[in-house]
């Protein structure tokens, strides 16, 4: 065989193979903070973590999942500059707040704050496989579990 054609098709094979694990799925997680009491969360703000109209759309999405799930999903409009910002805004330190948490909506990434600790509660990264109605979904069974653990039936 060619040298150069040897040389040709180990660069494919490489190729192609570097692209098949560049393209493998990755599984959705979720990171939970044990401070956080879930049970107490029920009026819940919801931010676009950008400006775009996408991102707007998807936060709309993510609320009214969460409204059909029980939850008083809460639209807020604004721009803040962090998500801190956001949170000093929303849920002041010594007041009282009108939401029990916030969640940031990202194409690949929700990110639930409560209000009362000041901590995130969860974080749930999509992955390649979950997309915006797994990661809500993941959001919104941890919700549920916090009601259930608390004998709570309060929509």
């Known amino acids: 065989m060619n040298p150069l054609r040897s040389l040709l098709a180990l660069s494919a094979c490489a190729t192609l193979a570097g692209c098949s694990i560049l393209m493998r799925p990755t599984q959705a997680s979720e ?9 107490t969360m029920s009026a819940i703000v919801v931010i676009a973590g950008d400006d775009a109209r996408y991102d707007l759309r998807m936060a709309s999405l993510v609320r009214d999942k969460l409204t059909e799930a029980g939850f008083n999903g809460i639209r807020r409009s604004g721009r803040w500059a962090s998500e801190n910002e956001a949170l ?57 579990a916090g009601r259930r653990q608390s004998g709570s039936q309060s929509n």
């Open 88 to 144: 000093n805004d929303i849920c002041p330190t010594n007041q009282v707040a009108s939401a029990d948490g916030i969640i940031f909506v990202y194409y690949n990434q929700l990110i639930l704050w409560d209000c009362k600790t000041r901590l995130k509660a969860i974080q749930v990264f999509g992955g390649t496989e979950a997309g915006l109605p797994g990661m809500t979904d993941r959001v919104i069974a941890y919700l549920q």
């Open 31 to 39: 990171q939970v903070n044990p401070q956080v009491d879930q049970s």
